[in-house]
């Protein structure tokens, strides 16, 4: 009877009391969003013009940049899984988000300072290391953070805030280089001041989740499961979906050849159809 009476006191659960789909998105899916939002301004201010820098002004080929960007991206994935399933065990997650992004803040003002092929090699793969440490952390703490009413819309804005910064970057970078012409490494080094952004909200913003009534964040347990048949398909539509980017990075080394305003807008183009799917309403 006293358990009864105990229970009839304590604060229902979010089942219990549902979020409306009218209803605001929670702080923490807001703020991740428009972290994505400032970080791939500063990423996408870059990304059409590393051909031209690592071909034109360092001396490399189109052989280093595909190995070099094949790395980037294998380890960036590796990373994925892995710092997923820590952030599970520790039972925190901000920690990742705010020093994968911190990689990413310091790595890509220091490509305007490198000198060697080598040097760009390991710069962009401290960049990647940066995305992959983050990306699943970040993820999860969307889904944490938005009831499962409003779970489908959190990440949706999320998306699509990330992908509006990946249209705007490419235009900064067109109107910087629009009044210093040829100053690429100087427009590198200036990306540290949205990074700097992403690290305010982050530190100053971001909260973890922690268990109710407890001081300890809730550690949930990692119980895999044997493989299905609509997991094995998902697996292999995300390894098609894969296939199909490479495209686009075959497109990027042919733009070293191209002035810097075409491939720039190459790269805005490509990113132009996503601006619809932008929430300004959220």
Known sequence: MNAERIEDHMPRRTTDSPIHPGDSLPHNVKLLGWASFLNDIASEMIYPLMPQFLIGVLGGSRFHLGIIEGVADSVASLLKLWSGARSDRVGRRKSFVVFGYALATVARPVLGLVVAPWQFFVTR??????????????DAMIADAADASIRGRAFGFHRAMDHLGAAIGPLFAMAFLWFWPGQLRTMFLVTIVPGLCVMGLLVLGLSERRVKGGGEPEVPALNPQPSTLN??????????????SQPSTLLRLSTHSMPTSSAIYWRWS?????IPATPFFW
């Open 125 to 138: 793969v401290v960049d990647r290391i940066g995305k992959g440490i983050r990306t699943s952390p970040r």
């Open 231 to 244: 997991s094995q398909l998902s697996t292999l539509n995300s390894q098609l979906s894969t296939l199909n």
């Open 270 to 274: 490509f990113s132009l159809w996503e």
